[in-house]
T-cell receptor
């Protein structure tokens, strides 16, 4: 049921920017793009979401392609605390409010 | 502000025993409520969701069931646990609007022995 595709794992050096990609080629016009991250043994934490325009908040930035078939989560300066599994999901209002998670991207931050 | 409470944090149960996990949300009304399960090293699997009292949608047929007896209370149950029911169970809530994010509880680590 997951409608997004992400790389299984990525590495980044500490204090460098990280670009986490997500493909969602079957996205519909009403789907919001959400990003969450999960630290070990914790529940996922909301990071950011958007519809069409790029979004910024204190945690990250979200860049959405013009055709909305892909998006990129940008962590501007990776820290060791950013090591987590990052999930990109679509909120599908049309089929009843489900949130389907894929397997996500496991981000390793190298000191 | 809204908060979500999920308990217990850890649980060890023998095969064939019943299960009841409870989740409550405070600070909001008529939330959408969700139960997810995460097997070791795997992604999150949506088990049940509810858009209102008594309204339960099941995503995966199995020996688990869910109930929503009150607006902000969501319960996950089983009459007889299987070994395969072991995992990390997460409750979550969201507003009904499609631009509203999910908020997760701290989870219950269930080990069936």
């Amino acid at each position: 049921d997951a409608k997004t595709t992400q790389p299984n794992s990525m590495e980044s050096n500490e204090e460098e920017p990280v670009h986490l990609p997500c493909n969602h080629s079957t996205i519909s016009g009403t789907d919001y793009i959400h990003w969450y991250r999960q630290l070990p043994s914790q529940g996922p934490e909301y990071v950011i979401h958007g519809l069409t325009s790029n979004v910024n908040n204190r945690m990250a930035s979200l860049a959405i392609a013009e055709d909305r078939k892909s998006s990129t989560l940008i962590l501007h300066r990776a820290t060791l605390r950013d090591a987590a599994v990052y999930y990109c999901i679509l909120r599908d209002q049309g089929t009843g409010n489900q949130f389907y998670f894929g397997t996500g991207t496991s981000l390793t931050v190298i000191p | 502000s809204q908060t979500i409470h999920q308990w217990p944090a850890t649980l060890v149960q023998p095969v064939g025993s019943p299960l009841s996990l409870e989740c409550t949300v405070e600070g909001t009304s008529n939330p959408n409520l969700y139960w997810y399960r995460q097997a070791a090293g795997r992604g999150l699997q949506l088990l049940f969701y509810s858009v209102g009292i008594g309204q339960i949608s099941s995503e995966v047929p199995q020996n688990l069931s869910a109930s929503r007896p009150q607006d902000r209370q969501f319960i996950l149950s089983s009459k007889k646990l299987l070994l395969s029911d072991s995992g990390f169970y997460l409750c979550a809530w969201s507003e009904g609007q499609r631009n509203s994010p999910l908020h997760f509880g701290n989870g219950t680590r269930l080990t069936v022995t």
